[in-house]
């Protein structure tokens, strides 16, 4: 994990609802990135931030929000829209040179 | 655009033999290639990775290849240990700074 902590390890959700997953890092790196994990899919980009305060689509934002008001903090939203937020959610970080290190995952559950 | 195809997806090994897993990737930018290893449950930890202006790189049991001029590398697993069953991830980055995954690769090893 290396300084990077996901929150919480388990989060169920009703229908309709939103919910927030937390990303917190103290290494000081400046990009952050969220992926979404499901069985045979390898892992999907959903949003990524290089900077605080700026941040890009990935592969599949559509359903989700994020903000990046804080170097240490990059919250990733899940909304009603996201039809199937069935999965297991990683965030990352990384500096400049390229190596990413991951937090140990939000594995979201809709009831 | 970046894509990053990886081979096999499944891969199944004696105890003592050697695992290769394999990716091909299109984007000529990219100069960072990691390799990740995934446990159930838990969020994907970098292993070894290798940089654009290296051919080869040894750490311990495992090796990274890269060969540019084909857009392939290459992970090389030798004296395989049932601990090494696991998913492997590989990836790269190029002039977008984000990382690709390819889809996972399934290693079995075998007592």
């Known amino acids: 994990d290396g300084g990077i902590t996901q929150s919480p390890k388990y989060l169920f959700r009703k229908e309709g609802q939103n919910v927030t997953l937390s990303c917190e890092q103290n290494?000081?790196?400046?990009?952050m990135y969220w992926y979404r994990q499901d069985p045979g899919q390898g892992l999907r980009l959903i949003y990524y931030?290089?900077?605080?305060?700026?941040?890009q689509k990935g592969d599949i934002a559509e359903g989700y929000s994020v903000s990046r008001e804080k170097k240490e903090s990059f919250p990733l939203t899940v909304t009603s829209a996201q039809k199937n937020p069935t999965a297991f959610y990683l965030c990352?970080?990384?500096?400049?040179?390229?190596?990413?290190?991951f937090g140990q995952g939000t594995r979201l559950t809709v009831v | 655009g970046e894509n990053v195809e990886q081979h096999p997806s499944t891969l199944s090994v004696q105890e003592g033999d050697s695992a290769v897993i394999k990716c091909t990737y299109s984007?000529?930018?990219?100069?960072?290639f990691p390799w990740y290893k995934q446990e159930l449950g838990k969020g994907p930890q970098l292993i070894i990775d290798i940089r654009s202006n290296v051919g080869e790189k040894k750490d311990q049991r495992i090796a990274v290849t890269l060969n540019k001029t084909a857009k392939h590398f290459s992970l090389h697993i030798t004296e395989t240990q049932p601990e090494d069953s696991a998913v492997y991830f590989c990836?790269?980055?190029?002039?977008?700074?984000?990382?690709?995954f390819g889809k996972g690769t399934k290693l079995t090893v075998n007592p």
């Open positions: 290494l000081n790196h400046d990009a």
């Open positions: 984007d000529s930018a990219s100069n960072y």
């Open positions: 990352a970080i990384s500096h400049r040179r390229g190596e990413a290190f």
């Open positions: 990836a790269q980055q190029g002039g977008s700074e984000k990382l690709v």
């Open positions: 931030s290089q900077i605080v305060n700026d941040f």
